[in-house]
């Protein structure tokens, strides 16, 4: 407890309302239309329902160590069964919530980099399995923005969903999505172009056919076996899928003899585990860097491309943390209800980490904002979180970028 007359610190439950200041307006009233607060016995309202939830999914507790707290607190009596049924039942309200904070706060930072005009997204996905060697296999499928490394969008996929594909993400005009090679079919690429924005990403020789200019059949190998040292190639191609037709180019470089046996090593790896044979163009091709890139080169060049292209390691970083730190990695849950709520209440913590840290990097002398929800909190580099670049080049701080907590 707090000692009254000192004033240090906050109690528990002042601390709880603070964090409830960050939430949107209407969460209390949003858990009984989603259905997590559907019945109010032995419940009485959703701030004790988020709290009791949060003691699973932010401590890490079991259910029945978190039964144990929520009684030892005096905040309800609850069994482990009861508590996860309301888990379950809370798994759309969960992710209701990690849309709003995505809306409310998440999307005012600055998006550009390198001298970049186009808001950059990065995608992937990762795989979280149920315990147990029978165990299914959920997927995450996430977008962030560079520099800020603040989440764009996010999706949980059951075991019987599509595979990583560009075509799980909305698209604004201009946006420019960065991908993996499993983003690099032609369905995704034209899912980012149709809706106006623009694609680099990394793919594979045997699932991207591309053609010349001309129409003539786009040899790569052939082209890439011209780099040498740091030469960077830079080539333009045309693709056609279900009667469209869109422009780009291929951007390559060759990689250095360590990294190039480190590709082929892992290239004979994962062909000894699926039971394949590996080409011998495929082995080739593992000693070269290539992208495609829709951009024009006098948009961005072929250097750019692959120098922006890096910045895709960003989103490996942030599923390290999210697996790490709050332990997203391993479901603990075989109901599928049960688990898709649990891996939204997971991302929800990580959102409230991430506005955490946000504000405790503005400086307010009380300690904490008088309004969570005031634009443009003054950091402590004295520049506001969205303001535009400064004329004489002074860019405003990317609050999460370096600070070791890039959780969303």
Same mark, same amino acid.
């Given at each position: 407890m707090t000692d009254a007359a000192t004033g240090e610190g906050l109690e528990v439950h002042e601390d709880f309302e603070y964090l409830m200041s960050f939430l949107p307006a209407d969460w209390r009233a949003k858990a009984k239309d989603l259905g997590a607060l559907r019945r109010c016995r032995k419940m009485p309202?959703?701030?004790?329902?988020?709290?009791?939830?949060?003691?699973?999914?932010?401590?890490?507790?079991?259910?029945?160590?978190?039964?144990?707290?929520?009684?030892?607190?005096?905040?309800?009596?609850?069994?482990?069964?009861?508590?996860?049924?309301?888990?379950?039942?809370?798994?759309?309200?969960?992710?209701?919530?990690?849309?709003?904070?995505?809306?409310?706060?998440? $999307?005012?930072?600055?998006?550009?980099?390198?001298?970049?005009?186009?808001?950059?997204?990065?995608?992937?996905?990762?795989?979280? #399995?149920?315990?147990?060697?029978?165990?299914?296999?959920? @997927?995450?499928?996430?977008?962030?923005?560079?520099? @800020?490394?603040?989440?764009?969008?996010?999706?949980?996929?059951?075991?019987?969903?599509?595979?990583?594909?560009?075509?799980?993400?909305?698209?604004?005009?201009?946006?420019?999505?960065?991908?993996?090679?499993v983003y690099g079919v032609r369905p995704g690429i034209f899912h980012v172009l149709g809706a106006g924005g623009h694609v680099l990403t990394r793919f594979a020789m045997s699932n991207l056919p591309l053609q010349t200019p001309a129409g003539a059949r786009f040899d790569l190998l052939r082209r890439l076996r011209q780099l040498s040292g740091t030469r960077i190639g830079d080539w333009p191609v045309r693709l056609e899928w279900k009667g469209q037709e869109a422009r780009g180019r291929v951007c390559a470089i060759k990689k250095s003899r360590g990294a190039a046996e480190k590709a082929r090593r892992d290239v004979i790896r994962g062909t000894q585990k699926d039971g394949s044979t590996t080409r011998p163009e495929t082995l080739e091709a593992a000693g070269y860097v290539f992208v495609l890139c829709t951009l024009e080169a006098d948009q961005l060049g072929a250097t750019g491309a692959l120098e922006m292209y890096r910045g895709r390691w960003q989103i490996e970083l942030v599923f390290k943390r999210l697996k790490s730190i709050?332990?997203?990695?391993?479901?603990? #849950?075989?109901?599928?209800? $049960?688990? #898709?709520?649990?891996?939204?209440? #997971?991302?929800?913590?990580?959102?409230?980490?991430?506005?955490?840290?946000?504000?405790?990097?503005?400086?307010?002398?009380?300690?904490?904002?008088?309004?969570?929800? $005031?634009?443009?909190?003054? @950091?402590?580099?004295?520049?506001?979180?969205d303001a535009p670049p400064r004329a004489s080049g002074h860019q405003p701080p990317a609050s999460l970028e370096g600070s070791g907590a890039e959780l969303v």
């Open positions: 309202d959703a701030a004790t329902l988020l709290r009791v939830l949060l003691i699973h999914l932010a401590e890490g507790c079991s259910l029945r160590e978190t039964a144990v707290r929520a009684r030892q607190g005096r905040l309800v009596e609850l069994s482990d069964v009861a508590i996860l049924d309301r888990l379950r039942q809370s798994g759309e309200w969960f992710r209701w919530m990690n849309v709003e904070l995505m809306r409310r706060w998440v $999307a005012r930072q600055p998006e550009s980099v390198l001298g970049s005009r186009w808001p950059i997204r990065l995608v992937d996905s990762t795989r979280i #399995k149920e315990p147990g060697p029978t165990g299914s296999s959920w @997927s995450v499928h996430y977008s962030i923005r560079l520099p @800020s490394l603040a989440c764009a969008e996010l999706q949980v996929g059951d075991p019987h969903e599509a595979g990583e594909s560009f075509c799980r993400f909305t698209v604004q005009p201009g946006e420019l999505f960065l991908g993996d090679r709050i332990e997203l990695g391993h479901l603990r #849950k075989t109901d599928p209800d $049960a688990a #898709k709520a649990w891996i939204h209440g #997971k991302l929800f913590v990580s959102f409230l980490v991430e506005l955490l840290v946000r504000h405790a990097e503005s400086f307010f002398p009380w300690g904490y904002p008088i309004d969570p929800a $005031a634009p443009s909190p003054l @950091s402590v580099a004295g520049v506001p979180d």
